[in-house]
């Protein structure tokens, strides 16, 4: 995007898109030890060191003042996600992974989520491939292959807390590029949920312009 602003800063509808997603959570609980039993989450913010002032000044220009707990990322993905796992107090329960720039994520698409990963232990969000997909080899030649077999993966994810923690005491791979693949990797099943073609992860100002939205990226 065409911002010195980090993404997850940027203003949508006159807020920044990182508030947005915060406020889908906050107004979600999720399931308890009990059947029909809810329970408040615990809700922990992975930045970057260097952006928490930047943040923080933002929370208060908004009146902004959410209970989260902020946590310094590392140089990746998995880095992040284990900074922010070993900031949980919990025991047990449910941890759901969500990406700070997909502010149109649904309740119901949240609420599936920890209610799917309390049953089956893993609930990992996606949607069809809408496209026609080919697939590339080495040499450049392509081969058509059959969309339907795949999926576009999304977040939230969400596992139980056990064994997340299980599978993030390995060693880093390249090939990691979400916690299904972390877990898949160390041997744990993954459920698949549906999600939205709305729960888009903003990377373009394009993103940023859905149906009566208003966004500042310059």
């Known amino acids: 995007m065409k911002s010195d ?4 800063f940027l203003l949508l509808n006159g807020k ?3 508030q947005h997603t915060i406020e889908r959570f906050l107004a979600i609980s999720s399931p308890g030890d009990q059947p029909g039993q ?7 913010l992975v930045l970057p060191a260097s952006d928490f002032t930047t943040w923080q000044a933002l929370c208060e220009q908004h009146n902004f003042h959410p209970p989260v707990q902020m946590v310094a990322g590392g140089a990746t993905r998995f880095q992040s996600v284990r900074n922010g796992l070993n900031a949980i107090d ?8 969500h990406d700070g720039v997909r ?6 698409i949240i609420q599936s989520s920890f209610e799917t990963a309390a049953r089956t232990g893993s609930a990992v969000t996606c949607v069809p491939v809408k496209d026609s997909v080919r697939v590339v080899t080495a040499d450049g030649v392509s081969q058509a292959v059959d969309r339907a077999q795949y999926r576009l993966v999304q977040t939230p994810q969400t596992f139980a807390l056990n064994l997340f923690r299980q599978a993030f005491q390995i060693k880093e791979q390249p090939f990691f590029t979400d916690c299904a693949s972390v877990m898949e990797y160390s041997g744990f099943p993954i459920t698949l949920i549906e999600g939205s073609y709305d729960n888009i992860k903003i990377t ?9 939205g208003s966004a500042d990226y310059s």
């Open 5 to 8: 602003v980090p993404k997850q």
């Open 16 to 18: 920044p898109i990182l």
């Open 38 to 44: 809810r329970t408040a989450i615990q809700l922990i």
């Open 90 to 97: 919990a025991v047990k329960g449910l941890v759901a992974v």
């Open 103 to 108: 502010p149109f994520v649904s309740p119901t």
């Open 204 to 212: 373009t100002p394009d993103d940023l312009r859905q149906p009566g």
